[in-house]
């Protein structure tokens, strides 16, 4: 039987800028399983990224509760959020976000190393996770010289190497010609199938949330059928 993984109740959040107020997300409720891929879909400005922010613990609600079992994610401290953070979740965004600095093997290993894990192990992990997307002959290259998908499957890579439960991915084929948009999702199916992890991911591409398993329609901050 599948499991709940997180549930979000009355999830709200206002800006508020001297008497105005701008309502972002009203009353969003819904529920994640474990293994599920979930579209996130909408408009510019319909809510979808500062949902995305919530979700990984980047932002809190006006009003609402985060359930994973009986513990509400919104109600710990800063230094357990982002430790939960590391330890759990994973992220992906439109733009890689590689540290050019450093080669495929470092920037994948990178929420290792922050977890306090041995270099040794955590570029055995990286490793490993750069062949799992079929990156094994570019251990050694810089941002800079590869191509845009190859980026996309070392940002993708450095969002599995700590084996979350859930992943986030904001817009993960947006910048991305179709074909190689088209070959990063078949990389997260495969990645789900064989991980059991979740996947939520914000998209525009209609062509892409129909690939998923469900879809959230956002509308003016609120959940539509």
């Given at each position: 039987?599948?499991?709940?993984?997180?549930?979000?109740?009355?999830?709200?959040?206002?800006?508020?800028?001297?008497?105005?107020?701008?309502?972002?997300?009203?009353?969003?409720?819904?529920?994640?399983?474990?293994?599920?891929?979930?579209?996130?879909?909408?408009?510019?400005?319909?809510?979808?990224?500062?949902?995305?922010?919530?979700?990984?613990?980047?932002?809190?609600?006006?009003?609402?509760?985060?359930?994973?079992?009986e513990d509400d994610l919104l109600k710990m401290s800063r230094r357990a959020s982002a430790k939960y953070r590391n330890e759990h979740m994973g992220f992906v965004y439109q733009f890689h976000h590689l540290l050019t600095e450093f080669?495929?093997?470092?920037?994948?290993?990178?929420?290792?190393?922050?977890?306090?894990?041995?270099?040794?192990?955590?570029?055995?992990?990286?490793?490993?996770?750069?062949?799992?997307?079929?990156?094994?002959?570019?251990?050694?290259?810089?941002?800079?010289?590869?191509?845009?998908?190859?980026?996309?499957?070392?940002?993708?890579?450095?969002?599995?190497?700590?084996?979350?439960?859930?992943?986030?991915?904001?817009?993960?084929?947006?910048?991305?010609?179709?074909?190689?948009?088209?070959?990063?999702?078949?990389?997260?199916?495969?990645?789900?199938?064989?991980?059991?992890?979740?996947?939520?991911?914000?998209?525009?591409?209609?062509?892409?949330?129909?690939?998923?398993?469900?879809?959230?329609?956002?509308?003016?901050?609120?959940?539509?059928?």
């Amino acid at each position: 039987m599948t499991k709940s993984l997180l549930k979000a109740h009355h999830i709200s959040k206002t800006y508020k800028e001297g008497s105005l107020e701008t309502n972002v997300l009203d009353d969003v409720s819904f529920e994640l399983m474990t293994g599920e891929m979930l579209a996130v879909v909408g408009s510019s400005g319909s809510g979808k990224s500062t949902l995305m922010h919530i979700l990984g613990l980047l932002d809190h609600p006006t009003y609402g509760e985060l359930m994973c079992g009986e513990d509400d994610l919104l109600k710990m401290s800063r230094r357990a959020s982002a430790k939960y953070r590391n330890e759990h979740m994973g992220f992906v965004y439109q733009f890689h976000h590689l540290l050019t600095e450093f080669n495929a093997v470092e920037n994948v290993a990178m929420p290792l190393l922050i977890a306090g894990q041995p270099v040794y192990k955590a570029r055995k992990a990286a490793e490993q996770c750069l062949k799992r997307v079929g990156l094994q002959h570019r251990f050694k290259h810089r941002p800079a010289e590869l191509s845009g998908g190859e980026r996309q499957r070392v940002a993708i890579a450095r969002a599995i190497v700590n084996q979350p439960r859930l992943v986030l991915a904001d817009e993960p084929t947006g910048n991305l010609d179709h074909e190689t948009g088209l070959s990063v999702y078949h990389l997260l199916r495969e990645l789900n199938q064989q991980l059991d992890t979740s996947f939520v991911v914000v998209t525009h591409d209609l062509t892409l949330a129909d690939k998923l398993d469900r879809q959230l329609v956002l509308r003016n901050g609120k959940l539509v059928d």
